[in-house]
């Protein structure tokens, strides 16, 4: 019975697969659930033996008790350093670091050492009685672990061996935790006695304090430590600072800012003074031009405009405009103006010589102005560093002689507000708690074994699943046979003709007959998925039935690759389907009738050709073609689909085809997977028929009573 199951609308499509969607069948789980109540109860039974007889056999007693601390909250700070010397931070995380505190090796050990727990069998295991099987099975874990050469040998290794597992024990007891919106801490122990547990909460509480004082004693005095030598770094450096201001002040003729101002002062004026001179020396080259150019040009009035002097003015009076005339005239005027050019030219070479003159001394002036300047700036920056360090140096020292005179007043950040008192009553083992626990997860354990069973099953387990899932009409339900041997399962329903295997048989063949009404199916094609379904045995079972009804009946094994008719009859002609379509002799020749049956066989037989080609040639229509002359019903068992394609080849022949699926065996992806390959060809399948049904397993699984009229009615109402 699978849970998963598709919609019966989705799964009647036109190949009968399903869509895959899913849903889940509540009401199957619950039926599994209830056929598998026995299992439930016994699941319950013995999980709740085991855990009684732990809960009040095996488990041993346990006592738990707790210390309250309270963490101290309140902030003194000194010397304006937070929580250098006592006062603890209450955020979140301070307060978790505090609880690991608690619980660290450090102190485990401490507690350890001090109630001596060592000697205690419940902490060291090293001191319980051990039987010998489990001796055997830790020595056989350590060689495992390869631990063989790490194991303690001197008395010294073993004694320290067992303190570490004794501290590792001593842990798994200790709880810590914080209450809720408070600075308490709850520490928690649990011991095989009251009077111990409440020793080792106590014991805890009081190391953790204790650490504390001195944790906060040496952190004060590392701390004075620090600001004293940071107070001889500071002072040293303070005379350092004060040496070099002295030195540089020595070395520099510097006196102050005021006459650093004087000298830029200075600078400035003989910077305007040297660029006046560089102006008259620019008008005095240019004078000399001008005279040159009027010289040269041999223009009286150029030179008269030019030349502005009287004498110049006189003796050029009786020249012409272009100087002809008298040349002792001509030779005095350029006498003349050779002199005046050579004053000028004088004054320019002494502005020259000006302007070189207050270049060198600008230039000294402002060297000297610039190293007087860094000078100055180097002072004032190593008189602010003094006064820094100066100012530092005061602030470490008054501290240092404060946390000096409060040495004496650190205390510890944390005090028992409560101690631990011994239980009254053991907290564990919680006997009906464990007893109640096992119930269920016997329960749990049970139905989980079950589902999963159930889960893991692919076949299909009853006609209504398997109509659901192909969409095709289920023909009939053949049960399981009840012997071994296939030949046995005709003597037995020849036999026995009211039993629930032949009642089944006359079944199928009603659904087959009726499946076309007024027209029923002549020439029947019965195959299935893959190998090992009961489709032979399907067939051999209607051959008998329909003789039954006088009908004439010719079974053809088209099987002919595996020919499973050779161990139901014996083949003395040696004969058969290919000794047909080859023509060596006719079908009314070949077929052999069968008493067990009361039907002809035309069995299956060895060939080299392929059984494919063979089923598509003419000469195999021929012969479906002349049996439907000869015959009233030719049933025709064919190789599986999915393993070869001989029963597709074969559909195109048939009226109705058949196809056989093993109960609770057949995945449904490959009845799908027939049923579709089949209906590619262009025929439909005309239903399924669920074999091999276990009637146990049905009432088992709860079909019994749901799905009809099940097997196991059958066979209390056929006595057989």
Known sequence: MNHMRTNSDDARGTSGGPSGNYELDVLSLFRTLWYGKWLILLGILV????????????????????????????????????????????????????????????????????????????????????????????????????????????????????????????????????????????????????????????????????????????????????LSDRARELEEEVRQKERQITELQSETDLVNRDSLDVLNLQTKKFRERLTERKGDLEQGQQRVASMEAARDSSSKAQIRETFTDFTIDRIAQPLEEDLSGDPDAKVVLMRRLETLILTEQNKVNRANDEISALSRSLESLELQLESQNADLQRLEQMQRELEVTADLYQTFLTGMQEATVQLGLVRAEARIMSAALDPLRPVSPRRLRILAASLLLGAFVASAYLLLREASQSGLRSGDELEAATGRPVLGQIPKRASRRRVQVIEYVAKRPTSAMAEAVRNLRTSIVMSREGDPPKVILTTSAVPSEGKTTVSLLLAQNYSGLGKRVLLIECDIRRNVFNEYFVNESGT?????????????????????????????????????????????????????????????????????????IIARHMDAIQLVVRWNHTPKSQVLEAIRQIEMTGNRVSGVILSQVDPRGMKRYGYGKGYGYGYADYNKYYKS
């Open 47 to 226: 999980f709740g033996f085991l855990g009684g007889y732990y809960a009040f056999v095996l488990a041993e007693e346990r006592f738990r008790t707790a210390a309250i601390v309270e963490v101290i909250s309140d902030e003194v700070s000194p010397i304006n350093f937070d929580n250098l010397l006592s006062g603890s931070s209450t955020d979140s995380a301070t307060l978790n670091t505090e609880i690991e505190n608690i619980k660290s090796r450090e102190l485990a050990e401490k507690v350890a050492t001090r109630l001596n727990l060592i000697e205690d069998p419940f902490f060291n295991t090293a001191l319980q009685e051990k039987s010998e099987f489990s001796k055997a099975v830790r020595a056989t874990l350590s060689q495992l672990r390869g631990n063989t050469d790490g194991t303690p040998k001197t008395p010294e290794e073993v004694e320290a061996y067992q303190f570490r597992e004794t501290v590792n024990e001593l842990r798994k007891t200790l709880t810590v935790m914080n209450e809720f919106d408070t600075y308490l801490f709850k520490i928690s122990a649990t011991a095989n006695t009251p009077i111990r547990a409440a020793e080792i909460a106590n014991t805890l509480a009081n190391v953790y304090i204790e650490q504390q004082l001195d944790d906060n004693a040496t952190d004060a005095q590392q701390a004075i430590s620090w």
């Open 576 to 648: 058969g389907i290919m000794t047909v379509l080859e023509g060596k002799q006719s079908l009314q020749e070949v077929a052999a009738y069968n008493e067990k049956l009361g039907a002809y066989v035309l069995r299956g037989q060895e060939t080299k050709a392929n059984p494919a080609d063979l089923f598509s040639s003419d000469a195999f229509t021929k012969l479906i073609q002349q049996a439907r002359e000869e015959y009233d019903v030719i049933l025709i068992d064919s190789a599986p689909v999915l393993a070869v394609p001989d029963a597709r």
